[in-house]
Nanobody
Framework: QVQLVESGGGLVQAGGSLRLSCAPS????????MGWFRQAPGKEREFVSA????????YYADSVKGRFTISRDNAKNTVYLQMNSLKPEDTAIYYC?????????WGKGTLVTVSS
């Protein structure tokens, strides 16, 4: 069974940085576009960023553009999300998945809390 395991979340002050990692187990995702998504308390899950299978052509939600950077290392079968200039409104559980997302691949996510 495929599991996507997110890590790197934590508590950070506004203006700080975190780097999230996503490492699937059970199979390789190197041939798929991958994305990051987040769900804030009381809100629906939303798209954050995605990157093509080759690592090129990244794209971002307007709310994170210029602050977040997505990347991937196919040799390590890992996708990253570098988050800079974090804001309290970035507080959420962050998930990775294929892009477009596949329902069977949602993991537990990693919690990011940004204090003001």
């Amino acid at each position: 069974q495929v599991q996507l395991v997110e890590s790197g979340g934590g508590l950070v002050q506004a203006g700080g940085s975190l780097r999230l990692s996503c490492a699937p187990s059970g199979r390789t995702f190197s041939s798929y576009a991958m994305g990051w998504f987040r769900q804030a308390p009381g809100k629906e899950r939303e798209f954050v960023s995605a990157v093509s299978w080759s690592g090129g052509v990244p794209y971002y939600a307007d709310s994170v553009k210029g602050r977040f950077t997505i990347s991937r290392d196919n040799a390590k079968n890992t996708v990253y999300l570098q988050m800079n200039s974090l804001k309290p409104e970035d507080t959420a559980i962050y998930y990775c998945n294929r892009h477009p997302p596949a329902e069977d691949y949602w993991g537990k996510g990693t919690l990011v809390t940004v204090s003001s």
